[in-house]
């Protein structure tokens, strides 16, 4: 090697570095989405006099969703915090639990919360509130949403899913499932009985989102005193959503890997409940197939399915989806999810907003980014403790409250229209 070719040397070195920085400031760039703008939910709805009205009095709907500059626009990252942490400063609400005895020997259990003031409009409301997949009260993100609906004026009253409390043994052969509504229906009665004046805000989110549109479509007497609905990333079709599991874009795949290594442990942890109780679906053989399952739908068919006698899968996911029963819903209905969801896959969204525009009682907004149950705001790197869903659920639950309050003759006219349009169309969806 000549001389010449000395002198080259650091000229390729350097070369080569900038190179290196240049391909991991790419790779950080796109992992990040840090070129994506940030923008006001799309909104897509019915042009009604509520509808205008909540335009008008939720400033969320219309203004731009702004997430931590650094990692905030990654729905890996918002997906991530929100599962490993929950929320950030979480406020420690103090409730009561209650018990409730279900007609298959099955104890229910939710938590209350009163209100620590008034409602802006001097009325009783409580909201009802369905968490999502084995989840209960003393979740992080629960806490956090409680502890400030609480300081709106509203009572709360949360659900812990059937099995998912720790240190809580099951007293049936049977679990929480996708689309079981028993226990959510129990909480509901005991309130609306415990409470003859108040009025319910339903909240669901992400499987409790599924949970809460199927039991107000179940019967409409369902809907009774209920002056709203609001669900949360959640993805309306189980066969459809199961089927996108296992796709590896987005790394579903890999989300499916971890719900389903966490469920199995959920599950196990109840392991000589569900063997030993009298009348269990559930034997040896099944926990085996359970053990060497890697997927929530090998799960679902050697495990939850059983919990009710479905005789397939693809029974157990049509008969427990809300997309056979959301269009019975007549109240206001907000159906909120982010465009960077990696759970739910972009086809499901059509659900929601095909329902969106052909019925006028529902509102779907869609963020740019927020992840799963993320939604979190922040300046640069920290995230504020309320989160943008927070905020959103309690503004819009405010303006409905407001709306029913001020308008009592509308409001009850544009019920009465839609329940005719409903029986006039006989508007379904099949997703």
């Known amino acids: 090697m000549n001389s010449l070719d000395f002198r080259l040397l650091p000229a390729m070195f350097d070369g080569m570095k900038l190179a290196a920085v240049a391909t991991i400031l790419y790779v950080i760039v796109r992992c990040l989405n840090l070129k994506s703008t940030t923008e006001p939910p799309g909104i897509t709805y019915q042009d009604t006099p509520l509808s205008r009205y909540l335009?008008?009095?939720?400033?969320?709907?219309?203004?731009?969703y702004i997430p931590p500059l650094l990692w905030g626009k990654s729905?890996?990252?918002?997906?991530?915090?929100?599962?490993?942490?929950?929320?950030?400063?979480?406020?420690?609400?103090?409730?009561?639990?209650?018990?409730?005895?279900?007609?298959?020997?099955?104890t229910a259990t939710f938590d209350l919360f009163e209100a620590l003031g008034d409602h802006s409009t001097g009325d009783?409301?409580?909201?009802?509130?369905?968490?999502?997949?084995?989840?209960?009260?003393?979740?992080n993100y629960i806490r956090t949403f409680v502890d400030h609906s609480q300081r709106q004026g509203y009572r709360c009253a949360v659900l812990n899913h059937l099995g998912a409390l720790p240190n809580m043994d099951l007293t049936s052969p049977r679990m929480f499932t996708y689309g079981c509504t028993w226990e959510y229906a129990a909480m509901v009665s005991y309130v609306k009985e415990a409470f003859p004046q108040t009025a319910l805000v339903v909240v669901g989110f992400s499987l409790g989102g599924n949970i809460v549109c199927k039991f107000l479509g179940e019967n409409r007497s369902n809907q009774?005193?209920?002056?709203?609905?609001?669900?949360?990333?959640?993805?309306?079709?189980?066969?459809?959503?199961?089927?996108?599991?296992?796709?590896?874009?987005?790394?579903?795949?890999?989300?499916?890997?971890?719900?389903?290594?966490?469920?199995?442990k959920l599950i196990l942890s109840h392991r000589s409940s569900l063997l030993g109780l009298n009348s269990s679906n559930i034997g040896d053989a099944d926990l085996g197939r359970l053990y060497a399952a890697t997927s929530l739908m090998q799960i679902d068919d050697s495990i939850m399915r059983k919990f009710h006698g479905y005789s397939s899968l693809k029974e157990y996911y049509e008969q427990e989806s809300c997309v056979h029963y959301i269009h019975n819903v007549t109240v206001p209905l907000l159906l909120v999810n982010s465009a960077d969801d990696p759970l739910v896959h972009?086809?499901?969204?059509?659900?929601?907003?095909?329902?969106?525009?052909?019925?006028?009682?529902?509102?779907?907004?869609?963020?740019q980014h927020g992840g799963h149950l993320g939604f979190f705001e922040g300046a640069v790197l920290f995230p504020q403790p309320l989160t943008w869903i927070d905020k959103f659920i309690v503004e819009y639950t405010d303006a409905i409250c407001h709306w029913e309050k001020d308008q009592p003759a509308c409001q009850k006219s544009s019920h009465q229209d839609l329940n005719s349009y409903l029986q006039r169309t006989g508007v379904t969806l099949t997703g």
């Open 124 to 139: 009783d409301i409580t909201m009802v509130i369905c968490p999502g997949i084995g989840n209960h009260s003393e979740k």
């Open 224 to 264: 009774d005193r209920v002056l709203c609905c609001v669900s949360v990333c959640q993805g309306y079709n189980a066969l459809r959503a199961q089927e996108t599991f296992l796709q590896w874009d987005q790394c579903r795949r890999l989300y499916n890997f971890v719900l389903a290594d966490n469920m199995k």
């Open 346 to 367: 972009q086809s499901l969204l059509a659900i929601p907003r095909t329902l969106a525009e052909k019925m006028p009682n529902v509102i779907f907004a869609l963020t």
């Open 75 to 106: 729905g890996h990252l918002q997906t991530a915090l929100y599962g490993k942490m929950g929320r950030v400063n979480t406020p420690s609400p103090c409730g009561v639990r209650k018990f409730l005895s279900m007609p298959d020997g099955a």
């Open 55 to 64: 335009l008008k009095s939720c400033p969320l709907l219309t203004k731009e």
